[in-house]
Antibody
Framework: EVQLLDSGGGLVQPGGSLRLSCAAS????????MSWVRQAPGKGLEWVSA????????YYADSVKGRFTISRDNSKDTLSLQMNSLSAEDTAVYYC?????????WGQGTLVTVSS | DVVMTQSPLSLPVTLGQPASISCRSS???????????LNWFHQRPGQSPRRLIY???NRDSGVPDRFSGSGSGTDFTLKISRVEAEDVGVYYC?????????FGQGTTVDIK
C-alpha cells in the first residue's frame, strides 16, 4: 500500500524557517517524481514545488521561488521542503504528492502556521 | 500560467440524481507525449484530496463506476451518474501538462 507521511509543520514567526518532510513507502520512491501542494485555511489547492526522480531538476511556483527548496533522499525514501522567509501568506496545510503530472497519491498533510 | 476554470462552483444535488462539473483550461492540455494530463480529485472535509480520474477519463482503482471523466483539448467534464451521500465534498480539476501545475477553484457538492 502506498503511504506518504507528512511531518514537520508547526507555528513559526514571520521571517522564520521550517523544514517539512514526507516519508514514502509502498512504492519505488527513487523512480517517482514528487510534488508539494498546499491549501490555505478554507481555500483551494495550490501547487508549490516538484522534483524529478533523481533530484536533478526542481520546479517552483512563483509565490515561493527563492524562499523554498525542495529536495529528496532516495536512500531514505524521503522528500523535504525547506521553507525560509515565511510570511502569513504561507500559512496552509502542506501535502506531499506522488508524481508531477497525475498526483496519484497524497500525504495526510502537515499544518504550517506563520504568526507572531 | 494555465488557468483552470470550473463551473459551477456550488452544486446542490438530489440523492440518486446525476451531477456534472465542467473544467476549462486557458490552453490546450495535450502534452508533447500525446497524453492529456487532466485529473480530477475529491476532497472531503478534513481529509486529503483523493484522485478519482487521471488523464481525462481513467478511473482510479476503487472509484465507483458512477464517476466518469470526458473531454479533450481545453474542455473537460466530470460526471456522477447517480449521486450518493458519500460523494459530498469539493471536486478539483488539475492540469499536469504545463508548468506551473494549476488547479481549478473547486466545486462544492452537497445534498439538497
Amino acid at each position: 500500500e502506498v503511504q506518504l507521511l507528512d511531518s514537520g509543520g508547526g507555528l513559526v514567526q514571520p521571517g522564520g524557517s521550517l523544514r517539512l518532510s514526507c516519508a514514502a513507502s509502498g512504492f519505488t520512491f527513487s523512480i517517482s517524481a514528487m510534488s508539494w501542494v498546499r491549501q490555505a485555511p478554507g481555500k483551494g489547492l495550490e501547487w508549490v514545488s516538484a522534483i524529478t526522480p533523481s533530484g536533478s531538476s526542481t520546479y517552483y511556483a512563483d509565490s515561493v521561488k527563492g524562499r523554498f527548496t525542495i529536495s529528496r533522499d532516495n536512500s531514505k525514501d524521503t522528500l523535504s521542503l525547506q521553507m525560509n522567509s515565511l510570511s502569513a501568506e504561507d500559512t496552509a496545510v502542506y501535502y506531499c504528492a506522488r508524481d508531477t503530472m497525475t498526483f496519484s497519491n497524497w500525504g495526510q498533510g502537515t499544518l504550517v502556521t506563520v504568526s507572531s | 500560467d494555465v488557468v483552470m476554470t470550473q463551473s459551477p462552483l456550488s452544486l446542490p444535488v438530489t440523492l440518486g440524481q446525476p451531477a456534472s462539473i465542467s473544467c476549462r483550461s486557458s490552453q490546450s492540455l495535450v502534452n508533447s507525449d500525446g497524453n492529456t494530463y487532466l485529473n480530477w480529485f475529491h476532497q472531503r472535509p478534513g481529509q486529503s484530496p483523493r484522485r478519482l480520474i487521471y488523464k481525462v477519463s481513467n478511473r482510479d482503482s476503487g472509484v465507483p463506476d458512477r464517476f466518469s471523466g470526458s473531454g479533450s483539448g481545453t474542455d473537460f467534464t466530470l460526471k456522477i451518474s447517480r449521486v450518493e451521500a458519500e460523494d459530498v465534498g469539493v471536486y478539483y480539476c488539475m492540469q499536469g501538462t504545463h508548468w506551473p501545475r494549476t488547479f481549478g477553484q473547486g466545486t462544492t457538492v452537497d445534498i439538497k
